[in-house]
């Protein structure tokens, strides 16, 4: 995971911090397991809780071109301008999300959506739901 988090910051211009994220379902809360960038403290979210929160209980994608302009937002680095979350889903549960970050406003597109479920998907199909 973390060789993946590498080489997707590494290979795009914007994105500055990429990491993954997997679902504790039994306590309602993420965990991050894998990143790419800054450290940050955020390493369990509570689902509901920032913009990885929301889509922990959304199950659907959320870009954020600016992230000063969304109320629930958490902080990780005082230069991140927007962010991206795509959830992980596996028999339609949310297992993860992969979050991406970005020190530029309005970074991520509908492209970087798609990309994003396409990562997402491969990593399901190799998750084993009893992992949590």
């Not at 390493?43 to 659907?60: D, E, H, L, W």
Request: with cysteine; hydrophobic share 40%; charged share 25%.
């Amino acid at each position: 995971m973390f060789k993946i988090c590498d080489l997707i910051r590494n290979s795009l211009k914007k994105y500055d911090w990429v990491g993954f994220y997997f679902s504790d379902l039994v306590n309602k809360q993420l965990k991050l397991v894998a990143f790419s960038g800054d450290e940050t403290e955020h390493t369990i979210i509570p689902f509901g809780r920032g913009i990885c929160g929301q889509v922990a209980n959304s199950n659907k994608p959320l870009i954020v071109p600016d992230v000063k302009s969304e109320k629930n937002y958490i902080s990780c680095n005082i230069n991140v301008k927007s962010e991206i979350v795509v959830p992980i889903l596996k028999n339609n549960i949310n297992i993860g999300q992969i979050d991406v970050d970005s020190n530029t406003i309005n970074a991520f597109s509908d492209i970087d959506k798609i990309f994003l479920e396409e990562i997402c998907e491969l990593v399901s199909k190799n998750y084993v739901l009893n992992n949590n």
